[in-house]
Structure formats: C-alpha cells, structure tokens
T-cell receptor, first 112, second 117 residues
Framework: KQEVTQIPAALSVPEGENLVLNCSFT??????LQWFRQDPGKGLTSLLLIQSSQREQTSGRLNASLDKSSGRSTLYIAASQPGDSATYLCACELNRDDKIIFGKGTRLHILP | NAGVMQNPRHLVRRRGQEARLRCSPM?????VYWYRQLPEEGLKFMVYLQKENIIDESGMPKERFSAEFPKEGPSILRIQQVVRGDSAAYFCASSKKQGTYSNQPQHFGDGTRLSIL
C-alpha cells in the first residue's frame, strides 16, 4: 500500500531564503509525482509534475526532483516570498490505478 | 476554457439530511475522480468514474455514499443521512486518457466545503 509522507509538517522561514520541502513514498512503482499548492479554503494548484522516467522539473523559482529508487522527492523554492505562504502537497499517481495518493502537506509560512 | 467546476462551494446540512455535490469536468474530459479532505488530514481518494461507469470505488465508505457520472450532466456525489463526521472539503478532478495509459494529469476543482450542523 502506497504511503506518502511529508516532512516537516510546518515550516517558517524569513523572506528571501531558499528552502526545501521533502516527500517520501513507500512504493517506487509510481506513474508520476506531482507537487500542488493549496491556499486556505481554496482548491489545488498543480505546480510541477514529474513523470516516473524523469528526474526533475523546473518552473520559475521552483524545482522538483524525483528519486524513485530511494522513494524521495524534494521541492526547492528559491528566494522565498511572502506570497509563497501556503500548504504544499506531494502526491503520487499509481501505475494503472489512476488514484492519486496525497501526503498531508507542509504548511509553509514566509516571514516578511 | 473553463476548468473543473464544482458546486456548491459551501453546503450546510443538518444531521440526517442528504447532501448532493456536483462536478462538471473540463471540456473533453471523460474521467472524474472524487477526493475528500478531512480537517487536518490529507486528501483521500474516494471514487473514479467514467461516463456511466464506476471504475474504482475502493475509497468510498460502504454506507450512505454513492457517486454517479451520467451520460449527460455533471458527476454527483451523494451522501445520505449525513453525520458530523462527513464535514470535510470534497474535491473533484477530471482527466482525459489517450490509449490505455494515464498520461494526462488530473485537474482539480476548487472543492465543496460541507458542514454538518
């Protein structure tokens, strides 16, 4: 059974710092891994999607990596801004199953 | 090109009433997924439907919950005789498939927040 774990559960950093969010998954047989952003009371915004054959994806100040063999992914945010404050969710789509398994998220607070 | 539309955005029901949550997938998408997010919990898969078919309902509670995706109209998640523990955010996602493999990401709606009094 696939389980997705995100550490830390919450994180506060001063504006301008670079930071890394961590995600681990128990079953390496994933189809893809996705990072989402969720603002309070809002829906999910897809940030980056990494196919199982890929090692990383980049979008602006965001970079996500995937290491299937170790069951880990990281989301790197460069030069953090107060607007980055949100909950970040890591999620794996399983092979031939189409379910997305979500982690509980990391609540990020960027201090102005 | 409208995204996944869910309504209502907020729904309040008293214990014992029925709740109906609607999801209109993105244009061209024929696959719908429902997820539930309980307070302080991650999103949990509930059910996966294609037009007129339930593909995977392994995440659905055994009682009181049902889902449909008719040939015409939105997908409906129905909760009968609601209880306080049903209070949660319910998210719908849609996707389209090419061939046998799932190679299109799921697009999420903004969710319906269900509150049970």
């Amino acid at each position: 059974k696939q389980e997705v774990t995100q550490i830390p559960a919450a994180l506060s950093v001063p504006e301008g710092e670079n930071l890394v969010l961590n995600c681990s998954f128990t079953d390496s047989a994933i189809y893809n891994l996705q990072w989402f952003r969720q603002d309070p009371g809002k829906g999910l915004t897809s940030l980056l999607l990494i196919q199982s054959s890929q090692r990383e994806q980049t979008s602006g100040r965001l970079n996500a990596s995937l290491d299937k063999s170790s069951g880990r992914s990281t989301l790197y945010i460069a030069a953090s801004q107060p607007g980055d404050s949100a909950t970040y969710l890591c999620a794996c789509e399983l092979n031939r199953d189409d379910k997305i398994i979500f982690g509980k998220g990391t609540r990020l607070h960027i201090l102005p | 090109n409208a995204g996944v539309m869910q309504n209502p955005r907020h729904l309040v029901r008293r214990r014992g009433q029925e709740a109906r949550l609607r999801c209109s997938p993105m244009k061209g998408h024929s696959h719908v997924y429902w997820y539930r997010q309980l307070p302080e919990e991650g999103l949990k898969f509930m059910v996966y439907l294609q037009k007129e078919n339930i593909i995977d309902e392994s995440g659905m509670p055994k009682e009181r919950f049902s889902a449909e995706f008719p040939k015409e109209g939105p997908s409906i998640l129905r909760i009968q005789q609601v209880v306080r523990g049903d209070s949660a955010a319910y998210f719908c996602a849609s996707s389209k498939k090419q061939g046998t493999y799932s190679n299109q990401p799921q697009h999420f709606g903004d969710g319906t927040r269900l509150s049970i009094l």
